[in-house]
């Protein structure tokens, strides 16, 4: 996979994170780290939202309503801007 190559996982991160100094890991490394960093609701949330698949689907599958939803989403963009997730995730 080239370096500069977008890929939904990317382009997800970097709608949410701030102030990325440098350029994120390939998609495989970023799943990998993802799944390590992450719960495996939010991972879920957040591959939903990076391949534009359904939330209603979503919120079936893995049980969730909106209020869990709203609450789920708030800590993962929290989770996803700490320092030192963001050093997880970069080159």
Do not use: C, G
Request: hydrophobic share 35%; no cysteine; glycine share 0%.
């Amino acid at each position: 996979m080239m370096i500069n190559e977008t890929t939904p996982l990317k382009n997800e991160l970097e709608k949410h994170i701030r102030k990325l100094i440098k350029p994120l890991k390939d998609e495989d490394e970023l799943a990998a780290v993802l799944k390590i960093k992450l719960t495996k609701k939010e991972y879920k949330v957040l591959k939903t939202w990076a391949n534009n698949e359904n939330l209603e689907e979503l919120f079936e599958k893995i049980s969730l309503d909106e209020e869990r939803y709203k609450t789920l989403k708030e800590k993962l963009i929290k989770k996803l801007n700490q320092e030192k997730f963001k050093q997880e995730v970069m080159i």
